[in-house]
């Protein structure tokens, strides 16, 4: 069945590491997407990608990075700049007004 | 500029009540869509329902049912007979079909809601 894979689920980061969270659609979609999500805050936009080899800055994208190689991969990685990384993370995948979005990844900061 | 408002933090409502959430939304665009997710404890977001800016139907699927209107820039959710269940986050989001936006959703803060047994 296809569909997106966020790993892990849970991941704790020590202050001061970089981390990679990693996620992967075999939906043969174009545009992939990471969002935050804080209490209270609902889900804010990291960076998006809609083609291979290209990506924006969405509107919280500082102290985040991206890649976007392969068409099916958009790996984020929350940096030591991040001052506030403790959140739920969502990527998301889309095509023609379709969106699939993954299980999410919980990160904590220990 | 807050594109998606959901001004109902959190509802409470006893089993068997119908409840309805507010969504009311912003956008300069003449085309967008408008959807609804919920949000489960255990975190993914599940799809609801898409609705084109075209299209001002409303929609009932089930126990679920949309109402849909240009005039008030609302989108509002009601679930009748509530269910245990349906205790969740719902999410109300608009994407805009402008390319400078990259498709991205703009979604509300979000309705808890808790149906009491």
């Known amino acids: 069945d296809g569909g997106i894979t966020q790993s892990p689920k849970y991941l704790f980061r020590k202050e001061g590491q970089n981390v990679t969270l990693s996620c992967e659609q075999n939906?043969?979609?174009?545009?992939m997407y990471w969002y935050r999500q804080d209490p209270g805050q609902g889900l804010r936009l990291i960076y998006y990608?809609?083609?291979?080899?290209?990506?924006q800055k969405g509107d919280i994208a500082e102290g985040y990075s991206v890649s976007r190689e392969k068409k099916e991969s958009f790996p984020l990685t929350v940096t030591s700049a991040q001052k506030n990384p403790t959140a739920f993370y969502l990527c998301?995948?889309?095509?023609?007004?379709?969106?699939?979005f993954g299980s999410g990844t919980r990160l904590t900061v220990v | 500029a807050q594109k998606v408002t959901q001004a109902q933090t959190e509802i409470s409502v006893v089993e068997k009540e119908d409840v309805t959430l507010d969504c009311v939304y912003e956008?300069?665009?003449?085309?967008?869509?408008l959807f609804w997710y919920k949000q489960p404890p255990s975190g993914e977001l599940v799809f609801l329902i898409r609705?084109?800016?075209?299209?001002?139907q409303n929609e009932i699927s089930g126990r679920y049912s949309w109402n849909f209107q240009k005039s008030t820039s609302s989108f509002n959710f009601t679930i009748t007979a509530s269910q245990v269940v349906d205790s969740a986050v719902y999410f109300c989001?608009?994407?805009?079909?402008?390319?400078?936006?990259?498709?991205?959703?703009?979604f509300g803060t979000g309705t808890s809601l808790t149906v009491i047994p």
């Open positions: 998301a995948s889309s095509i023609a007004k379709v969106y699939t």
């Open positions: 989001a608009l994407s805009e079909a402008t390319m400078h936006t990259g498709n991205q959703f703009y």
């Open positions: 990608s809609q083609i291979v080899n290209d990506f």
């Open positions: 939906l043969n979609h174009d545009a």
């Open positions: 956008t300069r665009d003449t085309t967008y869509y």
């Open positions: 609705r084109n800016s075209f299209d001002e």
